[in-house]
């Protein structure tokens, strides 16, 4: 082979590389091929379809964009997933965001770097529930009692033994059943329990069904104890339940909330950030279809108990 035979074919080559970078630079390498999974819950919760629901918004919102939803075990088993790169976007409760990012609580020992904060969603509302005929009116009425406080370990849990020590309550002064709200709820209606506590938005279905059995109770949570709750965690929020939110209880009750909200891993870059988070609160009545607590996300709570820092393309978007 020649010399011009040489240079012909390295010209050739040249082309072909140059050709694949501009097909590179006009999106080949940016949206027409961005992939993202979002981690949600199990598929009878609340965060399921609205994972769904977001999917599809990106889906239609963002050009090349492939999202899809996959259920998963929630909040805690979202963060792990996040943390091996299993899935680029989660929801998931600020508190256990706090507590992966701090390395606290089920997080001991374990922290977890590089998760950014896309928006916080709607609230998480913490409930003590009694029943009347127990004659407990206040949290300072639970000493000496029984009371269910979630599964041991749960971001419920760590909920009720925080908002017990705002009212200088441990665990000593109580007889904790470390029960799920499920068995909560049935251990209250068989007189097992005094009380148990959950975190959920409201109305929840199983307080609902003790209701229509039942008169019961909420729990305040007063102002003072709430200030200070919020000073010394900061991903509390104050809540006032409505009355008549549950059948038969007929009084507005101030507590305290968590928030769910949307995390991305560090493959969700600022770009990327603001553009999700565009789609998403420029198409909130497709997430309120979804479900009933797509009503409660506005671009106004965004940054709502923001426990971890933002996405700077996110912040960018709600700060226009």
């Known amino acids: 082979m020649n010399f011009q035979s040489l240079k012909k074919m390295a010209a050739a080559a040249l082309v072909v590389v140059a050709s694949a970078a501009l097909l590179t630079g006009c999106g080949g390498n940016t949206a027409s091929n961005k992939f993202l999974n979002i981690g949600t819950g199990g598929t009878a919760g609340t965060y399921y379809p609205l994972g769904g629901a977001m999917a599809e918004i990106l889906n239609k919102e963002i050009p090349g964009m492939n999202a899809s939803a996959q259920s998963t075990g929630a909040s805690v088993a979202n963060i792990n997933m996040l943390k091996d790169n299993g899935i680029d ?24 770097d590089g998760l950014k904060g896309i928006a916080s969603l709607y609230p998480e509302t913490c409930q003590f529930v009694t029943l009347d005929s127990t004659g407990i009116k206040s949290i300072q009425d639970l000493k000496g009692k029984r009371v269910a406080v979630g599964a041991v370990g749960s971001g ?53 069904d003790i209701s229509s059995q039942n008169k019961i109770r909420l729990l305040p949570v007063e102002a003072a104890q709430a200030d200070a709750l919020i000073a010394k965690y900061p991903f509390y929020t104050k ?7 549950y059948a038969g209880f007929d009084e507005d009750v101030p507590t305290v909330s968590v928030m769910a909200m949307l995390v991305a891993s560090s493959s969700v870059d600022d770009d990327m950030g603001y553009s999700i988070a565009k789609a998403l609160f420029t198409n909130l009545d497709r997430l309120s279809a979804a479900h009933s607590v797509g009503k409660l996300i506005s671009k106004e709570n965004a940054e709502t108990g923001m426990s971890l820092p933002m996405n700077a393309g996110a912040e960018k978007f709600f700060k226009e």
């Open 89 to 112: 976007l989660a929801i998931v409760q600020n508190d256990i965001v706090y507590y992966a990012v701090n390395g606290t609580e089920m997080f001991e020992g374990k922290k977890v």
């Open 156 to 208: 419920a849990e760590a909920n009720a033994r925080q908002i017990l020590e705002a009212y200088g309550i441990t665990y000593d002064d109580i007889q904790v059943q470390y029960l799920s709200f499920a068995e909560g709820a049935s251990a209250l209606k068989d007189g097992n329990v005094d009380a148990a506590f959950l975190t959920a938005g409201y109305p929840t279905a199983a307080v609902q």
């Open 239 to 245: 809540t006032t339940i409505p009355k008549g939110t």
